[in-house]
């Protein structure tokens, strides 16, 4: 006690300078218990507004009276009333599913169109379908925002100039009869898009033969014109083969995206994960890339080199040099121009000449020469006619005819218009001959090469209509606009392959006044147009389809039973089909001269997977959805290589400038990984003008850099210069957003074992190598959930995820996840539940490149519920990590746990807040899934396992008295997955798929060491190299 | 006790148009005063099944 004392004395404490200096003033405030002013008298007229205390509760229960009586519509949506009179084919709260046909694009894929009490919410692929299989695309999913987009046109406009009054159709049909009957021997022409349907094209025949002066105009942005034409060429047939993926064991693509932009995506995304299955080793295809752009399939390959598309025809012309005269492969002797051109290369002094790789080569020229029938070479869309030539002849001299099915080809139902028809029409507009031009939902001024300046020869068209369903860059210039009806509101067909035939039914009713685009041509060659009859066009199909259709199909039974039979299952096919036999033709050879390469930069102008030629812009989730390699959102850009960059100085959003033949353009820069130097790529479809609100302000139209003369052929080109200029862009991109591994340390993703990878042969040497990583192994502290029952889990295959996108699309579909804009998206608040990570590995020259899709884990030990103030996140009994959105008051204190950084949270009401409330508006209220909550602002959301799935199996279940399985239930991103990369079920069932990914060799879980258990089992990604290392 | 009479009918006349006013109130159209100018002329939207449409089970069931 005394040394405390002593202790105490010696001690000098201070709470304050002033305090330790003495200060006067403070020393006199340690006395006083108040300070200064505090007990001088109160006085209310000074210090308050003059209310006494009884009538200022008046006036807060005044002002609560007011606010209730004033807010008591907040939530009014009307009334719900019962059917009077119930559909038929109605039971209130299931869904009822019709067949269709897709028409987003030419690929015309079968689609099951779910819908709810009459309305459509959701699209999925039709499981019947011969060529898709059951899977859609992401645009195909997304294509039912469209039907529900606030900016459709709701009824015909009559105008100039952005001066339009809305006119009746009655008005419409009477005004265009007239003209189209004035005999004045004036053009009558119709622009339009490829039509896959025969049923139209026999609508279009019909029109020209009453309408005798009558001319078609075939384009599309992206019309394989090069592909076509050098297949025309060396095999007699203007249609491109089916090609059987699943039988190749060894596939080359040349600038062939196949798993994005070239082809059928979903029917080669398929056939190529087929072999890539874990358990089938021995069949493990192996894919060599060689390309300029980082595509999907460069992403996925085992093999990887960067060339510029203006060496590819060099390329395959080297491969030519070591396969004939190096190895006498093919017994195909050369000659003439062939022969020069093979016999002026070689693969040694190409690989030297552009900084490949030589052991590639080499394993490449051995893997052609050694397996040779099952070698595939794909060549891209955008390669010019001369290369596709050589391609062919690699195929030919490769002998792999097996891989090209002899029963089926891709119909062409008619040629495209050459470059020379469409300058004669726009000659004969700016003349004044054309009398009536129809654009038959076609946008040719954004589409079209200003070289062709048909804009300005649409000013001396008398009469100008445009068949569209919303605001486009013709529509603005057009006399007459007239709405038409959505797919998902149109009958139709569509035929893509030989003997085989889709239906599209409509599952509503239009929404507005709009009529189907066939059936306004139908009426218009009626002699009288008082009466528009609804039914026509049907009756039209009908018709055709027992004339043409139903001989081939060879059916047994009735027509009328065929066709509500052709209807439910969506699509028919004949049963017989003829052999399609490919000969080559050598005369084509004679056209291989090789095109000349100035040496300067390249330019390829592309498809964006999700936007197309732009017909999508309007599109927010298709917007939103980041792109498969940049992560870029709302935006196209300059996509040049790391190594360029640096030479010119560039970063990210900095602008370029970029001139192609005369025509300039300024474009943000983005700096991409893995591109081949000097060479620059765009994407088209952006920087839309006269569009609806969402695709305003998107992107830079590199629309203008076309030249009329790739016009039909391939947008390569060469002889393009790029120059740095001031300003900065604003490309936003996700791929920062949501990080969960370390930010300082390279390949994090590697070291945390978020990322595992292995060749085929480690795994065949060492099936164990996932399993004999550094394990942790931490003691619980929590009491486990028991699982009695079933309990959920999913698998993603990392060989089969190509990364692609359509998971993301069909999620948020279903689960009515909000757009939120590209400003909140910059802000790392987009807010879909499924995200695709995308990691680099290695250089940025030559980076190897990994994806893996992340969504909630729905963790046994989930650290975001002990976090919960208020207990809005729990735990199912069956596994589910659940949400209950009215309990959240939005502390984010779950987020801030997650260690995958999969939860969202509503900063907003993102309806309400993207561009002026455009997805508050009550046609998106028809879009909603009844079955998910729509959630507001300050509440936190993330994957639920689309637990609404898992209750209506549990329904169904519980009402047939049997028990639930695991594969009752698919989830949204399950079915989207065009690959089946990604299994659910019940892991407690032991003889299930799911239970045996789980225990997989290569399966393991992402960030195991923190210990939080989760049911999300990746599988390891092999690349199929000639050794054990990658 | 006049002054207490005067003010209980001073208070029952007073809660009376309260409630008068409250009732005024919630049918004023606050909602439409203080939304958001949309741009398109709306439409009322009816939603309407197509009769002749064919419907199907969700899975692979093909009967032709």
Known sequence: MADNKDQNLDVNYWRSFEELNGDVKSLKLKHDEFHEGVTEDFDPEKNLSGISRRKFLALVGASAALAGAGCSDYREKGEIVAYNKKPEEIVIGKANYYSSTCSSCSLACGILIKTREGRPIKIDGNPDHPINKGKICAKGQASILNLYDPSRYQRPTKGNFGFRNDIDWKTVDKEIKNILTTNDGKEIAIVLHKVNSPTAIKVLEEFKNKYPTLKFYYYDLFDDGAKLSAFRKTHGVAALPVIKFEDAKIILALEGDFLGVDGNKLEQGRKFAERRDVDDTKNFSRVYSVEGNLSITGMNS????????????????????????????????????????????????????????????????????????????????????????????????????????????????????????????????????????????????????????????????????????????????????????????????????????????????????????????????????????????????????????????????????????????????????????????????????????????????????????????????????????????????????????????????????????????????????????????????????????????????????????????????????????????????????????????????????????????????????????????????????????????????????????????????????????????????????????????????????????????????????????????????????????????????????????????????????LKNSYYEQDSISLLHNPEVTVRSRGVMEKCTFCIQRIMDAREEVTRSGIKLKGTDVKTACQEACNTNAIKFGDMNDLESEINRYRNHDLGYVVLEDTNVRPNVTYIAKLRNSHSEEM | MAQTKMERKKFFSTIGFSILGLFALKSFPFGKLFARNSNTKKNKITVKINPDAVSRKSTGVQNG
């Open chain 1, 302 to 913: 085992d093999y990887r080199l960067r060339l510029s598309p203006v060496h590819q025809y060099e390329f395959v012309a080297s491969l030519l040099n070591e396969l004939i005269l190096k190895r006498n492969i093919g017994g195909i002797a050369l000659d003439g121009v062939a022969r020069e051109v093979v016999s002026s290369v070689s693969l040694d002094s190409f690989a030297s000449k552009h900084d490949l790789d030589k052991n590639v080569l080499k394993s490449l020229a051995d893997d052609l020469a050694n397996h040779r029938s099952d070698v595939l070479v794909f060549a891209g869309s955008i390669l010019n006619e001369e290369t596709h030539i050589l391609v062919n002849l690699l195929n030919e001299v490769l002998g792999n005819s097996k891989l090209f099915s002899t029963t089926e080809i891709n119909e062409n139902l008619h040629e495209y218009s050459s470059k020379t028809e469409i300058e004669n029409l726009v000659q004969s507009m700016k003349n004044g001959n054309v009398k009536l031009l129809i654009h038959f939902d076609s946008n040719p001024v954004y589409h079209l090469s200003k070289d062709f300046d048909y804009e300005n020869a649409l000013k001396n068209v008398a009469n100008t209509v445009t068949l569209c369903i919303e605001e486009n860059e013709t529509a603005a210039l057009s006399n007459y606009v007239l709405p038409i009806n959505h797919n998902f509101e149109s009958w139709g067909d569509a035929s893509v392959r030989n003997g085989l035939f889709s239906l599209l039914q409509p599952v509503i009713s239009p929404l507005y006044d709009t009529r189907q685009k066939e059936a306004i041509l139908l009426h218009w060659m009626n002699d009288n147009v008082d009466n528009f009859d609804d039914k026509q066009y049907l009756n039209f199909l009908k018709n055709n389809w027992m004339t043409n259709v139903y001989p081939k199909i060879n059916s047994p039974l009735t027509f009328d039973r065929y066709w509500n039979i052709s209807l439910h299952d969506g699509v028919s096919q004949a049963k017989n089909k003829s052999q399609i036999n490919y000969q080559f033709n050598r005369a084509a050879l004679n056209s291989i001269n090789k095109p000349k390469v100035s040496g300067n930069y390249c330019l390829t102008l592309t498809e964006n997977l999700n936007i197309a030629d732009g017909r999508f812009a309007n599109n927010g989730w298709l917007q939103e959805l980041p792109h498969p390699i940049s992560k870029v959102t709302w935006d196209n850009y300059a996509a040049i290589s790391h190594q360029t960059g640096k030479k010119i100085n560039l970063k990210i959003n900095d602008l370029v400038e970029i001139s192609v033949h005369g025509k300039t353009k300024i474009f943000p820069v983005v700096l991409q990984p893995g591109l081949a130097n000097n060479f620059i790529n765009i994407e088209l479809g952006f920087g839309r003008t006269h569009c609806p609100v969402i695709a305003a302000d998107v992107g830079v139209n590199a629309n203008h850099l076309l030249s009329k003369e790739n016009f039909g052929s391939s947008n390569l080109y060469d002889n393009v210069t790029i120059k740095k200029v001031d300003g900065k862009g604003t490309v936003v991109t996700t791929q920062e957003h949501h990080n969960y591994d370390e930010a300082l340390i390279q390949e994090a993703h590697k070291k945390r074992f978020i990322i595992i990878e292995g060749t085929v042969n480690q795994y065949l040497k060492d099936p164990k190598f996932v399993q004999t990583r550094p394990r942790h192994t931490l003691k619980n502290i929590n009491k486990e959930h028991e699982y009695k029952d079933v309990k959920w889990a999913m698998s993603i295959d990392l060989n089969k995820c190509i990364g692609c996108g359509d998971c993301v699309v069909g999620c948020n579909v279903e689960n009515n996840i909000p757009i939120v804009g590209k400003d909140q998206v910059g802000r790392g608040r987009e807010m879909q539940w499924l995200r695709i990570d995308r990691y680099y590995s290695g250089t940025p020259e030559n980076p190897k490149i990994n994806v893996q899709p992340m969504l909630c884990q729905h963790c046994d030990q989930a650290p975001c519920e002990n976090v919960c103030p208020v207990v809005a996140t729990t735990h199912s009994p069956d596994g589910l990590n659940q949400m209950i959105y009215n309990r959240c008051v939005g502390t984010r204190y779950c987020s801030n746990n997650c260690p995958y950084k999969v939860r969202r949270f509503n900063f907003f009401n993102f309806r309400d807040n």
